[in-house]
Every structure is written in structure tokens, then in C-alpha cells.
């Protein structure tokens, strides 16, 4: 049974497989009226497909498997060759139509007739159908479980009930091991440690072991001493009595699972009854346990995806820390560190090596000379749990509160208004300041119209490459906003 858009679609399938390499038997269509059955087939292998594209899956082969296919290999009048679809092998899902390949692959089985009889030439043979029992050998760039992966093609990126859940016993190692690879995906900014910029989050993973698994602690900021939780291995698996666990869905798919307490630090005192409603996240049932879990991450999604739960995670905890903790701290003026420009190298996991330019670092030193020549002051004012804020340009008393992006994609729109609107409520330096979204181009009037609705002004920079250097220039309109002069905008980075 396949879920889409909320429809469950008569079409079963069969996954197996493990790590990167999987085959999906998709059962064939039969019967009719009230005794059919998988009569969806056609709609549900789109779906399946669809969602192999969604994964970056290449479609490795697809052969015949009907009942009659698998007994003509096992009388040995037809080759597995024989039964392989033309034109299905090597094929990177992401790059097709896959609507079209699935008319294809039904195009293709009724091409196929299948001897069954042996040592005759009139031996029994069937085909002309088109929706009969198929083999889909696939691989995938990231690393799923099978029931993970079957889960997923059933039901998409949501499952309707995810409860309860069942702490698992074994296989926990693997789980904790493919999670700490997305953490590295990050930033690195020192021995095993690592840096999310949209998120503002820093992990340290290790070097102390529990179980034989590295310690991993998070922080808010770049930099700090005082640690906003972690998260670490059971020592004893399937057991409640460590702060988080490895926990199998009940469609079968794997999560990590953290208890509601966060012990007393510099930040805060500690936290446990109140969890939930100072972090506005929701417990799972999980079974034979008394203790309330919260999801962190969800595992099936690849080790080359980013920890998008494990950050928000650590943000609510933060935020959770605050009010505790924040009567601690001396309301003096904080500011972070500039912007660094350069570029840093993005290790391989399961992709190329490559070079990552520090965008944002270029776009704040262009912006720090642009104010320097105009008599203007850039800086960076943060919180004192290490929420900082992009830039804040006092230009002779009037204030500028900046949230840089790199890519004007609606996840960065959307992600900037939420932290200028955020700043605004946590940080008193930036109080009155004029709130400005500042992106690499033009959106469309619709959505630009949206977001100054919220009080917020969207201008732009113009980011280009001469010599192999970055270059940084802002427009005239841009200048005058903040009150700069136009004769001093195009402003070239070393």
C-alpha cells in the first residue's frame, strides 16, 4: 500500500537490501471488481519512482519477475538477460521524467513473452501484459535500512502515526555512528568540531567515549564554554536509564529519541518537569518506559542530509535555558566576531571533496568598508546564550539590523524574516533598528511584498567572480537606504 496525498493506493511491494544497495519487488496487478487486487499499479508505481528520483536513486535494472519468469530461468529456457527491460539500466532517477519511465517499463513487459516448457517449440509461453510482477534493483547515495527505506516509499518524508516506538536493543551503535557523519557535514572549526551558520548551532563530537560511541555536545554560537545539551550513547541499549536511545518507529524506521532533562550548567538551572513547555516540543510514546522522549533526528534520511531536527532540537533548548539562565548574565553590550571571508573545505561523505566559499564573510567585509567610508559603524550585537545577529550599521544614530543571505531560495527567505523578527525580541541593542534582509539579487514583487508586510525591507547586492576573486558590489538603492554615498558602493574584495 502506497500513501500519496493523503489517498492509499492498492499497490504492494517488497524491499530489500541494506547501506546503499536495495531490491524492490513490486507485486503484479490481478483480478477484477471487488477481488482485485494491487489495482492501483500503474499510479503507485509513479509514486515509488517519484520518490526514488526525490533521493537521488540510480535505477540499476529492472527485470520481469512473474511467476512464470522466475520458473522459465529455473527450466533454463530464458536467461535473466532475456528478462531484463531495455533501456532501464544506469539511469539517474533525479535527471528523468519518471512518469515516463514508468509508461516505459510497462511498455517493456508486454514486449516480453516467457517460455516456460523446455525441449519444445511449442512450449507455453504468456506475456502482453503490461502491469506484471517487476524486480527494481537500485542504489542510493545515502545509507537507509530497509525498513527505513521500504517506509519511506510507502508513505513519503510523513508517516500518520509514528507511535509507539520501541527502543532498540541492537543496531543502536550503527544508528548513533551514521548520525554523527551528518553532524560533520557542518563547518569544521576545530578537532571534530563543527559549525552550522543558519542555524547558529556548534557540535563537538568526542573525544570521551560512553559505549564505545563519542560524547557529542552542543552549543549555540560559534564559540563558547558552557554547553546547551548532549547527546549521548545508552550504556545499556533498550533500557530507559540513559538520557537518549535509538528507537524503532512503528512503520519501522529508525530515530533518535532524547529524555526531556537538561542538567544544571552556566546557562541554566536544571531543567526536566517544564521541558516540554519551555522547548514547545511534543513527547513520544515509546513502550515499557515511564520517562517522556522527545525526537531529535530522524535516521533514514542519509548521512549526507543536514541534522535539520538535531538543530532545531538544540535551538529549543536553548531557548529553554534562557530564562534560567539569562539573570546570570550582565546586561553589557555583546558582540560577536566579523565575518570571515575565504573558504573552508567541505570533507567527502559519500560525494567529492570540494571547496566552500565563505559568501556571507565576503558580503560583510564589502559592507564594514562600504560603512567605514562613510563614517558608519558595522558590528555584530549577540545575546549572551550566543545568538548573534548578522550586522547592525549605526549609521550618525540610526540603526540597521541585517540578516545576510547568500541565495534568495524561499527557505532563506522565509529563515531570514524568522531571526530578524527573533533578534529583535532577544537582543536590546537592536531594538528600534530598521530590520533589513539583504539577498544576492531581485525576488518577485509577490513575495517581496509579503515580507515588507512584516515590517521588514528587502535589498539587494550584486555577487560575482573576476579572477577567480569573489567581488562584492551594492546598488545605488541600496547606498542611499542606509543613508551611503552612491560614488563609494562598488566595493571589491581582495
Known amino acids: 500500500m502506497i500513501i500519496d496525498t493523503a489517498n492509499a493506493l492498492s499497490a504492494n511491494f517488497q524491499t530489500e537490501g541494506q547501506n546503499c544497495e536495495f ?36 535505477m540499476k535494472d529492472v527485470t520481469l519477475d512473474s511467476g512464470p ?27 528523468l521524467d519518471t512518469d515516463e519511465l514508468c509508461n516505459h517499463i510497462s511498455r517493456q513487459q508486454k514486449k516480453i513473452n516467457v517460455t516456460e516448457d523446455v525441449g519444445t517449440n511449442d512450449g507455453k509461453s504468456s506475456g502482453g501484459n503490461g502491469t506484471r510482477r517487476i524486480r527494481l534493483d537500485i542504489s542510493t547515495s545515502d545509507i537507509w535500512s530497509a525498513k527505513g527505506l521500504d517506509a519511506f516509499l510507502r508513505y513519503g518524508h510523513t508517516v500518520p502515526d509514528i507511535s509507539p516506538m520501541t527502543l532498540a536493543d541492537s543496531d543502536w551503535k550503527e544508528g548513533f555512528l551514521s548520525w554523527h557523519e551528518t553532524l560533520r557535514t557542518g563547518e569544521k572549526v576545530g578537532k571534530d568540531s563543527y559549525y552550522f551558520p543558519s542555524e547558529n548551532v556548534r557540535v563537538k563530537i568526542g573525544p570521551r567515549l560512553v559505549n564505545g560511541v563519542p560524547v557529542t555536545r552542543f552549543g549555540i554560537g ?45 546557562l541554566s538551572r536544571r531543567i526536566d518537569k517544564h521541558f516540554g513547555d519551555l522547548t514547545g516540543l511534543r513527547s513520544v510514546d515509546v513502550r515499557d518506559t515511564k520517562r517522556p522522549w522527545y525526537p531529535v533526528e530522524l535516521l533514514e534520511s542519509g548521512v549526507t542530509s543536514l541534522p535539520r531536527g538535531t538543530l532545531e532540537f538544540v535551538k529549543r533548548c536553548g531557548f529553554a535555558r534562557t530564562p534560567a539562565g539569562a539573570a546570570g548574565f550582565s546586561h553589557a553590550e555583546l558582540f560577536g566576531a566579523a565575518e570571515i571571508a575565504g573558504s573552508y573545505i567541505l570533507k567527502a561523505s559519500h560525494r567529492v571533496e570540494q ?19 562613510n563614517d558608519a559603524r558595522l558590528t555584530k550585537p549577540r545575546h549572551a546564550m550566543g545568538y548573534e545577529v548578522d550586522g547592525l550599521v549605526d549609521n550618525a544614530g540610526e540603526k540597521f539590523l541585517l540578516e545576510i543571505k547568500t541565495t534568495v531560495l524561499a527557505s532563506d527567505v522565509y529563515t531570514g524574516v524568522g531571526q530578524l523578527h527573533l533578534y529583535e525580541q532577544l537582543i536590546p541593542a537592536v531594538d528600534g533598528a530598521r530590520k533589513i534582509l539583504l539577498l544576492p539579487g531581485t525576488l518577485g514583487e509577490e513575495i517581496k511584498a509579503a515580507v515588507s508586510s512584516t515590517g521588514i525591507a ?29 560614488s563609494t558602493a562598488n566595493v571589491e574584495e581582495k
Request: aromatic content about 8%; proline content about 4%; overall charge neutral.
Open 355 to 373: 571547496e566552500v566559499t565563505r559568501k556571507q564573510g565576503y558580503v560583510w567585509e564589502a559592507l564594514e568598508k562600504l560603512a567605514k567610508q
Open 23 to 58: 531490491a524492490i519487488t513490486f507485486k503484479s496487478r490481478g483480478g477484477s471488481g471487488d477481488a482485485a487486487i494491487n489495482r492501483d499499479y500503474m499510479p503507485g508505481l509513479k509514486v515509488l519512482l517519484a520518490r526514488l528520483a526525490s533521493i537521488g536513486a540510480v
Open 458 to 486: 528587502v535589498l539587494a547586492y550584486d555577487m560575482g567572480y573576476r579572477n577567480d576573486t569573489l567581488v562584492i558590489r551594492f546598488p545605488e538603492e541600496t547606498c542611499l537606504f542606509f543613508g551611503f554615498l552612491p
Open 222 to 266: 560559534r564559540t563558547g564554554k558552557d554547553w546547551v545539551v548532549e547527546i549521548n550513547a545508552p550504556n545499556i541499549p533498550g533500557e530507559e536509564y540513559g538520557l537518549a536511545a535509538i528507537a524503532i518507529d512503528s512503520v519501522g524506521r529508525r530515530w533518535l529519541l532524547r529524555q526531556g532533562i537538561l542538567h544544571e550548567n552556566g
Open 69 to 95: 519468469a522466475r520458473s522459465a530461468i529455473a527450466a533454463g529456457t530464458m536467461s535473466p538477460d532475456q528478462l531484463r527491460l531495455p533501456e532501464t539500466s544506469g539511469l539517474v532517477l533525479a535527471s
